[in-house]
């Protein structure tokens, strides 16, 4: 069974860095892409960024593209967000995805992914 565990969360000052990681295992055929998902209460989940495994390519929302960056390491299989010169409307619920459905490229649409993580809390404070 697919099982996706984020770690890394916190509470952070105005322009400081976290780095979420997401651990990935129980599957035979690795995902054609993972994505990183934040929600903050009373707003719509945003796709933050994703990665396609099949060439590498990598999407970052326009709200945080210079600030956060998306990597994975193959060996641990594991996906990261690397989040720095954070904001408090950085402050959200992040949540990992992973969609194992044969593709070309990545989708920005949440429903697209099969798998989900529980979430980490990400608090930045002003």
């Known amino acids: 069974q697919v099982q996706l565990v984020e770690s890394g969360g916190g509470s952070v000052q105005a322009g400081g860095s976290l780095k979420l990681s997401c651990a990935v295992s129980?599957?035979?055929?690795?995902?054609?892409?993972m994505g990183w998902f934040r929600q903050a209460p009373g707003k719509e989940r945003e796709g933050v960024a994703h990665?396609?495994?099949?060439?590498?390519?990598?999407y970052i929302a326009s709200s945080v593209k210079g600030r956060f960056t998306i990597s994975q390491d193959n060996a641990k299989n594991t996906l990261h967000l690397h989040m720095n010169t954070l904001k408090p409307e950085d402050t959200a619920k992040y949540y990992c995805?992973?969609?194992?459905?044969?593709?070309?490229?990545?989708?920005?649409?949440?429903?697209?992914?099969?798998?989900w993580g529980q979430g980490t809390q990400v608090t930045v404070s002003s």
């Open positions: 129980g599957y035979t055929s690795r995902p054609y892409c």
């Open positions: 995805a992973a969609d194992f459905t044969i593709r070309s490229y990545c989708s920005t649409r949440g429903d697209e992914y099969e798998y």
């Open positions: 990665i396609y495994l099949g060439g590498g390519t990598t």
